[in-house]
Nanobody
Framework: QVQLVESGGGLVQAGASLRLSCAAS????????MAWFRQAPGKEREFVAG????????SYKDSVKGRFTISRDNAKNAMYLQMNSLKPEDTANYYC???????????????WGQGTQVTVSS
């Protein structure tokens, strides 16, 4: 089992920045691909960004490329999402997830956190 806890969400104005964190415990963190997903009210959960076990490869949703940066620190069992130039359409509950392969669909991830809310006002 892997336990995941997100933090760092909040209410910000458009153009601001936030840094989300995901703290992991349980099995060896560096064994897992990590990813961020988000879900807005009335919408399906969608892939935002992912990173391989040692950070060699990353993947991003097109609409966040150049604004969001995913990173991880295996020594701290932590993953991060730096979000810059936030837009109202980024408003959602953000979830971290752990899996074995870097893919953009939910079924590739076995473990999920409870989410942290990000609200961007215009």
């Amino acid at each position: 089992q892997v336990q995941l806890v997100e933090s760092g969400g909040g209410l910000v104005q458009a153009g601001a920045s936030l840094r989300l964190s995901c703290a992991a415990s349980g099995r060896t963190f560096s064994n897992y691909v990590m990813a961020w997903f988000r879900q807005a009210p009335g919408k399906e959960r969608e892939f935002v960004a992912g990173i391989t076990q040692f950070g060699a490869s990353t993947s991003y949703k097109d609409s966040v490329k150049g604004r969001f940066t995913i990173s991880r620190d295996n020594a701290k069992n932590a993953m991060y999402l730096q979000m810059n130039s936030l837009k109202p359409e980024d408003t959602a509950n953000y979830y971290c997830a752990a899996g074995r392969i870097l893919i953009t669909t939910m079924n590739g991830y076995n473990y999920w956190g409870q989410g942290t809310q990000v609200t961007v006002s215009s």
